[in-house]
């Protein structure tokens, strides 16, 4: 039988060391303490922390006060005064009096899983609107808990000339922030209708977005369909940007191809709600392809909390194809065999030495063409020119060249359909 409270050790390092706490609680659906606590860690890593120990303790119920009981946050202050770290790091989101009072106590800063998911996000957004995103999504978190992260800065001011005589310093803080919270309101909104623009362009092309947990392989097998060169780093969140490429090669119609920025457990609401023009890119698609790294040892786990966030994304009507990557890394043939016999239809790939691709295409051909209905296209031979332009939005089956002009036998999306009618006008004349 496992111990209730556990502390693990590791060796220091001249890293900024970090301490790490998780809890498990009865009746809960989330992942297991240990799965969540190694997560916790990649996380730290990540975020360039070096554990050095980690607390576990199973609760009946949360302190409102300190979050762990009184014991505990003697054992964790003892553990501080032992290791000396520069953060201690909560699996769960804590409050902002939890937040105050415990680095009251510890007098060490306390950090929880959604703020280093936000550090992670700021240090990893290199263009514009991830920038944007991000830096929302920490002023929001940052708001409530003003009087534990800036404490020293709650002195009255005031003086002759100044505004506000008598208000406290975090008072004005406070203001400050909710202005530059609607500044970034207001330009992400901007942003956004750039987006839209690109997308509305977009209207009739073949879209496919690859969804997925975290350091799946998204960037990495984008990167083998489209021959592009996203960042592929062996980290979590490595790819913010919802990245769109082109494929160009073995398919018999243009296809756009999104990366999107990984899903986690325990996602920050506010973050969710910030990328908002990313997970557009979600939304808009006609084909999902969930990767999912077979080789970690709790990839179902992994697969229940992206289908959950999809489906809070609103993208659970969309059609989603399952690919289990990284293939070759495992220990076991038969690991596959069973992942590939309970979600039917799904595909086992391997990016690194190209097995499964092929399969993969033809599945995506395959989805795209069923999803096409007939279409009979009139032409007169001095429109011969848009042919070409019909190609990137209609599979063209046959073309007969007459006297009077030339029919076209298509097969198209209902979107794909809008759009020709918009660049033809009168010249569609429907069966």
Same mark, same amino acid.
């Given at each position: ?293 077979? *080789? ?7 697969? !229940?909390?992206? &289908?959950? /966030?999809? #489906? %809070? $994304? ?31 239809? *799904? ?7 190209? !097995?499964?691709? &092929?399969? /993969?295409? #033809? %599945? $995506? ?67």
């Amino acid at each position: 039988m496992k111990p209730k409270n556990t502390i693990h050790i590791n060796a220091q390092t001249s890293k900024p060391r970090a301490i790490l706490v998780g809890v498990s609680m009865p009746g809960t659906q989330s992942p297991s303490t240990e799965i969540s606590l190694e997560e916790l860690e990649g996380l730290a890593t990540t975020a360039n922390y070096e554990p050095v120990a980690t607390l576990t303790q199973r609760l009946a119920e949360i302190n409102s006060k300190t979050f762990l009981g009184s014991g505990k946050v003697e054992e964790l202050r003892q553990a501080v005064k032992h290791h000396d770290p520069e953060a201690v790091i909560f699996d769960e989101e804590l409050s902002p009096r939890q937040n105050r009072e415990l680095e009251n106590i510890l007098k060490c800063r306390v950090m929880d899983r959604p703020w280093v998911i936000l550090e992670i996000f700021s240090d990893h957004a290199r263009t514009r609107e991830a920038k944007t995103q991000v830096e929302l999504a920490r002023m929001k978190y940052a708001l409530p808990r003003l009087t534990g992260m800036w404490g020293h800065l709650s002195r009255q001011r005031g003086g002759i000339g100044m505004k506000d005589v008598g208000e406290t310093q975090i008072q004005l803080d406070r203001r400050m922030i909710r202005n530059e919270i609607h500044k970034l309101e207001k330009k992400l909104v901007q942003i956004d209708k750039g987006k839209k623009t690109q997308r509305k362009n977009r209207q009739g092309t073949y879209k496919v977005a690859l969804v997925g947990y975290t350091n799946a392989g998204k960037s990495t097998l984008m990167n083998c369909l489209t021959g592009a060169d996203t960042l592929v780093e062996d980290k979590l969140f490595a790819t913010l940007d919802a990245t769109v490429r082109k494929i160009k090669k073995n398919f018999p119609c243009p296809v756009l191809l999104s990366d999107t920025v990984g899903l986690i457990n325990k996602l920050p609401h506010d973050l969710v709600a910030s990328f908002k023009s990313t997970l557009d890119e979600v939304r808009d698609a006609d084909l999902l392809i969930h990767v999912v790294d077979l *080789s970690h040892h709790k990839y179902a786990e992994q697969m !229940r909390t992206a &289908d959950d /966030l999809l #489906q %809070q $994304m609103g993208a659970d009507n969309i059609d989603i194809l399952t690919v289990f990557n990284k293939i070759d890394a495992l220990s076991d043939t038969e690991i596959l065999d069973r992942a590939l016999n309970t979600y039917p239809s *799904s595909i086992g790939i391997s990016c690194k030495t190209g !097995r499964g691709i &092929d399969s /993969l295409r #033809q %599945q $995506m051909i395959c989805h795209y063409e069923k999803n096409l209905a007939p279409y009979r296209l009139e032409l007169e031979h001095s429109q011969a020119m848009l042919i070409q332009e019909i190609r990137k939005h209609a599979l063209v089956l046959k073309e007969d060249y007459n006297p009077n002009g030339i029919v076209l036998n298509l097969r198209l999306s209902p979107r794909a359909k809008a759009k020709l009618e918009s660049i033809l006008k009168r010249s569609i004349k429907p069966d």
